[in-house]
């Protein structure tokens, strides 16, 4: 003879339900698991069904002093269920309308004629024009970074310091010229030395 096959899971849910309706009362735990042993619910299991009713909104809990009680009701299982009719009838309510709005987006875009080649080709060009542009302003930004302020200061600093140097190269030959033209005064002017050493017509400080 072959063993008898135990509940699912789902069967003593029933089960526990039906026995905890049919009596209309408040349980412990402990009254629940003798009730769904004489079900045939194994103590061991009662604990897990008990909280997958729970979940279910098809038990009601709730703790009076020191002692946990459960209940269900026979109305409470009509209420249950309407709310659960709500809830399929809001959710295909809902995907009704995005169903429609998917249609609509589709019917539009269905009438929208597809981009010619030239269209195409043009997008492409603009978008290597605008990675180009990119780019330029990247190389621009980089090149003001580079001159801030700390830099321009630096780069004074250099200037003057260049300055300073280029005018006492000046004043070297300014000195040197004079002594040239003392020692040979009425041979040679300044204007003749200046095209002999390529200098300007007015070689003077840098100011």
């Known amino acids: 003879m072959s063993k008898r096959k135990g509940l699912s899971f789902d069967e003593k849910k029933a089960v526990l339900l039906g026995a905890m309706q049919s009596e209309a009362a408040f349980y412990t735990l402990k009254e629940l698991e003798t009730l769904g042993k004489s079900k045939g619910v194994i103590p061991q299991a009662v604990k897990d069904v008990v909280e997958g009713l729970t979940a279910d909104g098809e038990v009601q809990t709730d703790k009076v002093g020191s002692q946990v009680l459960f209940w269900s009701l026979p109305s409470q299982k009509s209420s249950t ?5 709500r809830k399929v009838s809001e959710d295909i309510e809902r995907l009704q309308k995005e169903y429609e709005t998917l249609q609509a987006e589709l019917a539009t875009v269905s009438v929208e004629p597809a981009p010619t080649e030239q269209e195409v080709a043009a997008l492409r060009k603009k978008v290597v024009e605008d990675k180009k542009r990119r780019d330029e302003m990247k190389r621009k930004v980089e090149t003001m970074e580079r001159c801030g302020p700390g830099k321009i200061a630096e780069m004074k ?3 003057a310091v260049a300055k300073e140097a280029a005018n006492r190269w000046a004043d070297n030959i300014i000195n040197i010229r004079s002594m040239f033209m003392r020692e040979n005064r009425g041979e ?5 030395f200046n ?4 200098l300007p017509e007015e070689f003077a400080d840098i100011d």
């Open 81 to 85: 269920l309407r709310a659960k009719r």
């Open 157 to 159: 600093k250099q200037i």
């Open 188 to 192: 040679v002017t300044t204007a003749q």
């Open 195 to 198: 095209r002999m050493f390529n």
